[in-house]
Each structure stands twice: as C-alpha cells, then as structure tokens.
C-alpha cells in the first residue's frame, strides 16, 4: 500500500529551528510537495522537490533523498505565525498526490 | 487569498437533509479535485475533473454527487449523509489534471456537521 509518515505534532521556541520528517512508501514517484495549513485556514504550498537535494526559500528550505523515500521541512528563525500544521504529499505513479496526516507544529515564545 | 472560494463555509445538516458545497476558481485552471479531510488524518480525494470530466472517484460513496458544469465551477451534492461524513470538505484545482507537477490551489473549506 501507499504510506506517508510525519509526526502528529511537534512544539519549537520562537526564534529557533525546527525540522520536520517525512517518509514515504508510493507506487512510483512524482515529486514531493510541502503545504501550510493554518487552523480553519486553506492549505497553501511551500515547496516543491522532484530531484535530489536541497531546495532554499527564505526561511524555509526543503530536502529530499528518493533512495532513502525520506524528505523534510526546515523552519528557522521560527515566528508565532509559523504554528500551522505542514502536510507533506507525494505524487505517484499516476500524478496522484497522497497525503501525510500532517505535522501540527506548536510555536511558544 | 488562494483564487479558489467556497459556499457555504459552515453546514449543519440531518441524515435525510439535500445539500450541496460550491466551489469556484477564479485561476483559469482546468483540473478541480473534492477532498474530505478528518481530524487527524491524511486527505482524502473524493473527486478528480480534468476538462470538465470526472478522471477519478475513490470509491466514494453514491450520498456524494459530484458536478462540474464548466472548468470554474465544482458542486458537491449531498443527500442521507451519516454522522461519520462529517468532517472539512476542501475543493482544490491545478493548471492541468494529475501531472508531473500538480500545484494544487486550495479553498477554505467547509466545516460540515451531519447531525
């Protein structure tokens, strides 16, 4: 079967840094997206990665291994409007998206 | 504001209620998709159109009708729902259907409650 895996939740300081896994088992693979979706919020996209490595958007950058089906999320400099849940998604052999659960992210001061 | 709305943004309905949740995309794109998404659990795609034709449906159940009219717009109907059909109902559309790279554009949601 088809499986993402990410951490139901996870809490951070603000001003920190805080990473967020993601595994996954698909039928084939077609890119990996990261979204945000605040409380009672849209999920909105964060970032996109099909090849190896390391992809940098401000403070937010995202890494994927395809050999390792392992990819994460790294917030810096973390702000109070980064609480959010961030879902991860893999597209399969057919251009499907399947989803992880996501990661509620829970930012003190 | 993601171009992608949605009416109404909160439903309580009963088991033998008729509904029916709009969307509308104001982006130009081609593909919609209907997604349910639970407390606590991944997303779950209910409906696919691409080109204004139905290219996939999860073995959802026959109380969810879906209808797309033209590339803009996208109905959920509903009808003798259960209570575990409550839940966050999103529509979301892309460029092309599934693809290599499918960017999908959310809509709010709405929050509905089969009571």
């Known amino acids: 079967g088809q499986n993402i895996d990410q951490p139901t939740e996870m809490t951070a300081t603000e001003g920190a840094i805080v990473q967020i896994n993601c595994t996954y088992q698909t039928s084939g693979f077609n890119g990996l997206f990261w979204y945000q979706q605040h409380a009672g919020e849209a999920p909105t996209f964060l970032s996109y990665?099909?090849l190896d490595g390391l992809e940098e958007k401000g403070r937010f950058s995202s890494f994927l291994s395809r050999s390792k089906g392992y990819s994460y999320l790294l917030l810096k400099e973390l702000q109070m409007k980064d609480s959010a849940s961030y879902l991860c998604?893999?597209?399969?052999?057919?251009?499907?998206?399947?989803w992880g659960a996501g990661t509620k992210l829970i930012i003190k001061p | 504001e993601t171009g992608v709305t949605q009416t109404p943004r909160h439903l309580v309905m009963g088991m033998t209620n008729k509904k029916s949740l709009k969307c509308e995309q104001h982006l130009g794109h081609n593909a919609m998709y209907w997604y349910k998404q639970s407390a606590k659990k991944p997303l779950e795609l209910m409906f696919v159109?691409?080109?204004?034709?139905?290219?996939e449906n999860n073995s959802v159940p026959s109380r969810f009708s879906p209808e797309c009219p033209n590339s803009s717009h996208l109905f959920l109907h509903l009808h003798t729902l259960q209570p575990e059909d409550s839940a966050l109902y999103l529509c979301?559309?892309?460029?092309?259907?599934?693809?290599?790279?499918?960017?999908?554009?959310f809509g709010p949601g709405t929050r509905l409650t089969v009571l």
């Open positions: 159109y691409n080109f204004k034709e139905q290219t």
């Open positions: 998604a893999v597209g399969d052999s057919n251009y499907q998206l399947i």
């Open positions: 979301a559309s892309s460029q092309e259907g599934p693809s290599s790279y499918n960017e999908q554009f």
């Open positions: 990665n099909v």
